[in-house]
């Protein structure tokens, strides 16, 4: 009987405890636990940003919303803002400003930087709710580090409405700052001759260069005080590589400027300097109220017999000035003078006293770039004269007429003397020496700006063949008489004197009009050795100087040459990014002119100063024609040589251009953007 009680039991409890369940209370019959919340929304980039970019690249940003219950309608996606530290419009841009989720805005970086990097906060909010978002950082970076260390500046043409000269040394730190520096500076305030001799560049002075390799530098006046249109000088850039670029001054807000000129590493002070310069300068002489240049040879002393000393002794010197052109140049054979040491920033002082000329004392000062080449600029309160000199070296009087032969191409600048304005006259040409006495071979583009009604009804423009005979003194100094052009032009015989060099370094050149004065014309320049490889192909960077209505314009630019074919963009004064395009002969000029090839420029309005200005239709496309001097397949000049044909335009207009093979500025694989605020050429 004891197990069915057992039995009898536990079923009695086990009901007990099923009717307790039943008479608790409780609605329902079984008690479930809660269900889980529901999740809560979150948003995420997908992928990853980049943490840095590049100026020229641009970068997709997305991000992906989670959660979102109002089910893919107008609440619902991301929200994107864009800030930076050097406020709006500075940052760059976002293609769109909300995207669904999943769906991708690009960030594109702006065409400049104030330095070399910035820093771009780029957000994503969660349209159905704000406080959901994400932040990312990314750095764009620019191309100031191809661009860095210790460089020498100089730049001529005209400022308040006469000369305006620059030169100068800054100390570039890759990354967008100018750290150091000295400059000189000339120029024309209302009538106001100012001048800033070895000040030091302050601080806050910057550059920036774009993924084209166009760029600018902006140096902050040395002394804003002294004179009120002082202010930020701006110049134009293209980078040519590491260690060499060309330059053009920009208006500023107080004055009317606009210069070419070079940037150079400095590569080595010479401490003190010895041996033969040649040396070529031209601007004003206050003293005349006129144009001037001057050319010639000073030999300084050796170490050991009197250092920084000039005695005279193997130096030669010429005057050329407007105010007195009909009575030919002025030769002095000894000037002597004085040159002080460098100071730290490789500039010196350099006295020389010419018995016979006008202004028989002139000072400059003159930044070294390196053993061979110095960039002069005067000093002293008689006149705005600038130009380069280059060392002779151990070349320093053995010059014979056989160190002056082979093939040459030369680019000149300076004044038609009938308007006495800077860079009115133009010239470029090609010619053989033979080493024995004689030119031959030689063509030339001669073009004054202002000489239209030439005297003796002469035209004001001349393309054709020459010849010229020369004799070479053991200074260096070569007296070229130019002849032998076709008639009607057979009047024009300006002399060409040349200065030079050795070591296979360019003569400099100082050229001046017959006495005459059928062509009257002072200009200085560089005569390059031709290479007997003279293709004409590839990315080149370019600085000009063009005249027109007496306003001169000068620009930089980029060209890529693919023959018969170039385009390009130019940057012309504060006009930006202008394109333009243009075709080339890959015959010759002439049939004796190696090298030099005939072509044109054209851009897509008339607006542009870099191709002239259509006199009855302002916005119609405007040409020029040119001929290219090809030194060697990475250097060449050209000019403007249609004087005659511009009827079409409101004026004369003279153009003179340098180009050299631009080397790539580094950066990643990308879609190139325009990024503007992005061998010496002739002076």
Aim: glycine content about 12%; hydrophobic content about 40%.
């Amino acid at each position: 009987m004891a197990p069915r009680r057992w039995i009898l039991l536990s079923l009695t409890a086990m009901l007990t405890i099923a009717l307790a369940g039943c008479n608790s209370g409780s609605t329902a019959n079984v008690q479930n636990p809660p269900a889980p919340p529901a999740a809560g929304l979150s948003i995420a980039f997908q992928p990853t940003p980049p943490s840095s970019t590049v100026l020229n690249v641009s970068t997709p940003i997305t991000a992906v919303v989670t959660n979102d219950t109002s089910n893919g309608g107008s609440g619902s996606g991301v929200d994107w803002t864009l800030t930076c530290q050097t406020g709006p419009g500075t940052c760059g841009t976002l293609s769109l400003p909300h995207t669904n989720s999943g769906q991708a805005t690009t960030y594109v970086p702006p065409a400049s930087l104030t330095g070399n990097a910035e820093v771009v906060n780029i957000q994503g909010f969660a349209t159905a709710d704000n406080t959901k978002n994400v932040l990312a950082s990314i750095t764009i970076t620019g191309f100031a580090n191809n661009f860095s260390g210790t460089y020498v500046l100089a730049a001529q043409g005209v400022g308040g409405g006469s000369t305006y000269q620059y030169a100068g040394v800054v100390t570039l730190d890759g990354n967008g700052n100018i750290t150091a520096g000295e400059q000189t500076v000339n120029f024309n305030d209302s009538g106001a001759n100012v001048s800033y001799s070895g000040a030091i560049i302050p601080a806050g002075s910057s550059y920036f260069l774009g993924p084209d390799g166009r760029g600018t530098l902006t140096i902050n006046p040395s002394n804003p005080t002294k004179d009120p249109n002082v202010v930020p000088q701006t110049f134009s850039v293209v980078f040519l590589s590491s260690s060499h670029a060309l330059i053009t001054a920009n208006p500023t807000s107080a004055l009317t400027i606009s210069a070419s000129g070079t940037m150079d590493i400095q590569a080595s002070i010479i401490a003190p300097l010895s041996a033969g310069y040649a040396f070529v300068v031209n601007g004003m002489d206050f003293s005349l109220g006129g144009a001037t240049a001057l050319g010639g040879v000073f030999n300084v002393d050796s170490l050991a017999n009197n250092p920084n000393n000039i005695s005279g002794a193997g130096s030669v010197a010429d005057q050329n000035q407007s105010i007195t052109f009909s009575t030919g140049l002025v030769t002095q054979q000894k000037p002597f003078g004085i040159v002080t040491v460098p100071d730290q920033f490789g500039a010196v002082s350099l006295t020389l006293n010419f018995a016979n000329f006008t202004t028989p004392i002139i000072t400059f000062t003159g930044y070294i770039v390196d053993s061979t080449h110095i960039q002069l600029i005067e000093s002293d309160s008689g006149g705005f004269l600038a130009g380069i000199a280059m060392g002779q070296g151990s070349s320093t009087g053995t010059f014979l007429n056989s160190s002056f032969s082979g093939p040459y191409v030369f680019g000149l600048k300076g004044v038609d003397v009938t308007s006495g304005l800077p860079d009115t006259f133009t010239s470029a040409g090609v010619f053989s020496s033979d080493g024995a006495g004689d030119l031959t071979d030689g063509y030339m583009d001669a073009v004054f700006a202002t000489l239209i009604s030439p005297i003796t009804s002469l035209p004001a423009q001349l393309s054709g063949a020459f010849k010229g005979g020369i004799v070479v003194l053991e200074t260096g100094r070569a007296h070229a008489g130019i002849y032998g052009f076709a008639a009607p032009n057979s009047a024009f015989q300006p002399f060409f004197i040349f200065y030079l060099t050795g070591n296979g370094n360019p003569p400099l050149v100082l050229a001046t009009g017959d006495v005459s004065f059928n062509f009257p014309l002072i200009a200085t320049g560089v005569a390059y050795p031709q290479s007997s490889t003279v293709a004409f192909s590839g990315t080149y960077g370019l600085n000009f100087t063009q005249q027109q209505n007496g306003t001169e314009y000068d620009g930089t630019a980029i060209m890529s040459v693919t023959p018969p074919l170039l385009s390009g963009v130019a940057d012309v004064g504060p006009s930006t990014d202008q394109a333009f395009t243009g075709t080339f002969s890959t015959q010759s000029c002439s049939n004796v002119a190696i090298g030099c090839f005939s072509g044109s420029f054209s851009n897509a309005t008339g607006t542009s100063a870099f191709v002239g200005t259509n006199a009855t239709n302002p916005t119609a496309p405007v040409a020029f024609t040119a001929d290219f001097y090809l030194i060697d397949q990475d250097h060449g000049f050209f000019v403007e040589n249609d004087l005659a044909q511009q009827s079409q335009q409101s004026t004369a207009q003279v153009s003179l251009g340098f180009f050299a093979t631009e080397t790539a500025v580094q950066a990643p694989s990308a879609t190139r953007a325009t990024g503007r605020r992005s061998k010496q050429p002739a002076r």
